[in-house]
């Protein structure tokens, strides 16, 4: 019975030194030092708003997302390996460039040689641009 005293007695002393451990409080010098680092707010790459609808988009690893105000579900409007797929070799793609939304359902961003129009639905190709339908 004393074992299990003990036993309890510590694991109290050890939630509670952890609990007081996140509790550190932030110095001058660490949140001047530390702003772009450990202390900086996450990036989203690609933020921006889609012309003619209230919503945004932005790119979060190979998926380009879209989302609205609210409380709705970033949605995935299309996946860097799908797109490479209908391009040819010399124009693949490593990482999602920028994009600039033409309005709610089109896209387009440049690549070499001629920029590339993007429409929401079945990847078509078309020479040097490629839609969706």
Excluded: C
């Excluded at 949605?75 to 490593?94: F, G, I, R, Y």
């Amino acid at each position: 019975m004393r074992t299990i005293r003990i036993q309890l007695a510590a694991l109290f002393l050890f939630i509670v030194a952890e609990g007081l451990a996140q509790l550190a409080p932030l110095t001058l010098n660490d949140a001047v030092l530390k702003a772009g680092s450990t202390l900086a707010p996450e990036r989203i790459r690609g933020l921006q708003w889609v012309e003619g609808a209230a919503n945004y988009s932005y790119v979060k690893g190979e998926s380009l997302l879209k989302g609205s105000l609210g409380k709705s579900v970033d949605m995935p409007v299309a996946e860097l390996a799908t797109l490479n797929k209908q391009l040819p070799d010399s124009a693949q793609l490593k990482a999602w460039p920028m994009v600039q939304w033409i309005d709610a359902a089109r896209f387009r961003f440049f690549a070499q040689p001629a920029p590339l129009r993007v429409r929401h639905g079945n990847w078509r190709n078309e020479g040097h641009h490629a839609s969706r339908r």
